[in-house]
């Protein structure tokens, strides 16, 4: 089993900055991969980016490249996810999530976190 706890979300002013941590804990993760998705009401989940817990390598959607960045702390078994110049179509809940390959389709993903609130004002 895996537990996953979020944190950091809050209410911020378009282009302002955020940083969501997500802790991980109940097995070994370096053969796994964390994920950041998001979701408003009435749309699917929608994925945000995605780390390799052992390689460091990371993919991100377009939509967010440039803005929002990805990173763990392998001693801390915590993922980051660094949100800068937000928007307000960035309002959403923010989950994170174990998976064993990176994939932008929330269903390769086993395990997730209880979310976070984003809400970006204009």
């Known amino acids: 089993q895996v537990q996953l706890v979020e944190s950091g979300g809050g209410l911020v002013q378009a282009g302002g900055s955020l940083r969501l941590s997500c802790a991980a804990s109940?097995?070994?993760?370096?053969?796994?991969?964390m994920g950041w998705f998001r979701q408003t009401p009435g749309k699917e989940r929608e994925f945000v980016t995605a780390?390799?817990?052992?390689?460091?390598?990371?993919h991100t959607a377009d939509s967010v490249k440039g803005r929002f960045t990805i990173s763990r702390d392998n001693a801390k078994n915590t993922v980051y996810l660094q949100m800068n110049s937000l928007k307000p179509e960035d309002t959403a809940v923010y989950y994170c999530?174990?998976?064993?390959?990176?994939?932008?389709?929330?269903?390769?993903?086993?395990?997730w976190g209880q979310g976070t609130q984003v809400t970006v004002s204009s």
């Open positions: 999530a174990v998976g064993r390959i990176i994939s932008m389709d929330y269903r390769s993903y086993d395990y």
């Open positions: 109940g097995r070994t993760f370096s053969s796994l991969v």
């Open positions: 780390i390799s817990w052992s390689s460091g390598s990371t």
